[in-house]
C-alpha cells in the first residue's frame, strides 16, 4: 500500500502559474501509473493527466492540452503536475491516484476505477 500526499496548491490570478507536486510513501511508486484528476463543487472527478511507469507515455483531458504537463520522478517517487496559463474554470480539488494497471488491457487512465491509491487533495482556486 502506499500513500500520496498533494502540495502546491493555492490562490492564483488567471493566465498564472502552479505546480502541484504527490509525493509517495513507498519506493514501489516506480510501478504504479499515476494520474492528476480534479472535482470542482457540484462536478464529477474527471481526469486531468496520467502518465505511464517510466514516464514515457502521458496523456491528457482535452481541456488541458497545451498548458499543462504531467511528469515524475521516480528516484525522489514525486509526481508533478506543471499548469501553465490557468483559466477560472480550472478551479477544483486536484487529487493524485495511483493504478496497479499500467500497461494492462484493462488499464483506462480516464476511468477512476483504474486507480486504487488516492491522496487527499489540493485546493486550487484561479481568480478572474
Same mark, same amino acid.
Given at each position: 500500500?502506499?500513500?500520496?500526499?498533494?502540495?502546491?496548491?493555492?490562490?492564483?490570478?488567471?493566465?498564472?502559474?502552479?505546480?502541484?507536486?504527490?509525493?509517495?510513501?513507498?519506493?514501489?511508486?516506480?510501478?504504479?501509473?499515476?494520474?492528476?484528476?480534479?472535482?470542482? +463543487?457540484?462536478?464529477?472527478?474527471?481526469?486531468?493527466? !496520467?502518465? #505511464? @511507469?517510466? &514516464? %514515457?507515455?502521458?496523456? *491528457?483531458?482535452?481541456?488541458?492540452?497545451?498548458?499543462?504537463?504531467?511528469?515524475?520522478?521516480?528516484?525522489?517517487?514525486?509526481?508533478?503536475?506543471?499548469?501553465?496559463?490557468?483559466? +477560472?474554470?480550472?478551479?477544483?480539488?486536484?487529487?493524485? !491516484?495511483? #493504478? @496497479?494497471? &499500467? %500497461?494492462?488491457?484493462? *488499464?483506462?487512465?480516464?476511468?477512476?476505477?483504474?486507480?486504487?491509491?488516492?491522496?487527499?487533495?489540493?485546493?486550487?482556486?484561479?481568480?478572474?
Amino acid at each position: 500500500q502506499v500513500s500520496l500526499v498533494e502540495s502546491g496548491g493555492g490562490l492564483v490570478q488567471a493566465g498564472g502559474s502552479l505546480r502541484l507536486s504527490c509525493t509517495a510513501s513507498e519506493r514501489t511508486f516506480s510501478t504504479y501509473a499515476m494520474g492528476w484528476f480534479r472535482q470542482a +463543487p457540484g462536478k464529477e472527478r474527471e481526469i486531468v493527466a !496520467a502518465i #505511464s @511507469e517510466s &514516464g %514515457g507515455n502521458t496523456y *491528457y483531458g482535452d481541456s488541458v492540452k497545451g498548458r499543462f504537463t504531467i511528469s515524475r520522478d521516480n528516484h525522489k517517487i514525486t509526481l508533478y503536475l506543471q499548469m501553465n496559463s490557468l483559466k +477560472p474554470e480550472d478551479t477544483a480539488v486536484y487529487y493524485c !491516484a495511483a #493504478s @496497479e494497471l &499500467g %500497461g494492462t488491457r484493462w *488499464y483506462d487512465p480516464r476511468s477512476l476505477s483504474s486507480y486504487v491509491y488516492w491522496g487527499q487533495g489540493t485546493q486550487v482556486t484561479v481568480s478572474s
